[in-house]
């Protein structure tokens, strides 16, 4: 059974950065796209990076590109998503989610399997 946990969210004044880990498990794929997607209340889901776990290539979101980086512990089994520099709109849930078998890294949702429960951010004085 794929699980993905998500930890390391918060409240955070602007300005100031955050981590956040996503834990992976219950799947033997070795190739895969994991990805850090945001959801603001009324606003369509964003993915903000993607990581390929094969050769480590990223891809960003114009929105958050020289801010966030996304980053692997493959013997950890664990994304991370470092948040710097961070904004008020940057407020969200952000989730993790993997997209099982991809050779590259996705900004399609629908290519995304899999989704953790979610770890609110929130940007503010």
């Known amino acids: 059974q794929v699980q993905l946990v998500e930890s390391g969210g918060g409240l955070v004044q602007p300005g100031g950065s955050l981590r956040l880990s996503c834990a992976a498990s219950g799947f033997t794929v070795d190739e895969n796209a994991i990805g850090w997607v945001r959801q603001v209340p009324g606003k369509e889901r964003e993915v903000v990076a993607s990581i390929s776990t094969s050769d480590g290539r990223t891809t960003y979101s114009d929105s958050v590109k020289g801010r966030f980086t996304i980053s692997k512990d493959n013997f950890q089994n664990t994304v991370y998503l470092q948040m710097n520099s961070l904004k008020p709109e940057d407020t969200a849930v952000y989730y993790c989610?993997?997209?099982?078998?991809?050779?590259?890294?996705?900004?399609?949702?629908?290519?995304?399997?899999?989704w953790g429960q979610g770890t609110q951010v929130t940007v503010s004085l």
């Open positions: 989610a993997i997209a099982l078998g991809l050779f590259r890294t996705t900004v399609d949702l629908q290519e995304y399997d899999y």
